[in-house]
């Protein structure tokens, strides 16, 4: 069964985040509902304990009875370590906390996420036990912001206003006039001056060798795609596009926490954008569909990042050991297709080692020594599950790939 896929990639010719609103507006302080909850880390580390997970529970039952509020992430570290170090660490940290709290319910809308690093230390840090006190992700409750609208100012600059083109059911592309006249006129297809290649498959993300598959050491990723712009024009906007893609998949995707990644340049591995130009935001619309609003404001070949990728790191707490009796394989993936989440083996005296947190009826993909790729193998054609396994429709913890199982 070994086969060379040909990738499939949508090329389409065209063309928020919490706290946004479509009109400016002056925003009143907010009053705080309840004492700030914190929820402390180990030293460099970015892991969420039992006994802080529990915490995380108690809050979402008190946020369950209070109608409105929002919720302020704000992360913070210890002195160990340089500045850019701790931003980061505490970066992930809010991460980890604020996806916790969207697993237990909690909407991306009633959450705002802030990092400090070392810069705002709860206690000065004259002993270890002190020191721990500031490895925090502090959780604020607020109320709802109340808006108090401006004027209606008349507009006049047609540069003021965005243009909408739905390119197919399952993308589509807001872009300022101005700057569509600019992309526009440039264009010698006579197209709307931006090109959009989009890989949002399994097999596509495997295959293109541009794409990095693994999140910084050995995660494997849960995926929406990934996005290749390009402009007629070869110049940076200065107001971003904005590309709303519709995986068209409510149930797989509505608890996704989908996020803007980059090729780590250092290792070709995946990780969080640096660009604050990029950004992505999840509506769900009429609780029956999702749909995530990506921006950038850059072509790929003007965007020292390149691809834009859309997605997140797995957890992982199971381990799958994965053997080679054909001395034909160079790589092994385990993959899920809805959500997507690809979880790359990593190669080990025992074998292909695959850690992963939780994957709905499983597939094995190989590629060859020789460059080719198997299609997608479910893992029990691979060998015969334990019936618990099957019944979980998990991976076992242990497989032997045979001859028999490529032909």
Known sequence: MKNILIIFCAFIMAGSSFGQSKTPATIKEPRELTPAVQ???????SDIDPTEQAKLEELVGTLKRIPEYRLILTGHTDSTGNDVYNMELSRDRVDEVYDALGSLGISDSFMMMRYYGRSKP????TNKEKASRNRRVELTIIEKPAEIAKPVVAKVDVCNEDTTFQVNPGLSIKINKCD???LASKSKKKDFGVVVKKTAD?????TNESIPKIYRKDQGMTWLGALDISFSVDTCLTRPIEITVDPMDFEAYNKAKIKVMAKNLKNNNADKSNDRNKDVSKKTVKKDAVKFVVKANCPTKKDPEGLILLGSPESKSKTTIVKDQTNTIEEIYAVQEAPIIIIPGVKTSKGFELKYKNLENPSFVFKFTDGTYSEMIPVNDVCKLK?????????DKKYKIKPKHLK
């Open 39 to 45: 929820i402390y880390f180990k030293l460099n580390k």
């Open 122 to 125: 709860r206690v000065n840090e």
């Open 180 to 182: 569509f006249k600019l």
């Open 202 to 206: 399994v097999m596509g993300i495997i």
């Open 387 to 395: 019936s618990k396994y099957l019944k979980e429709k998990v991976l």
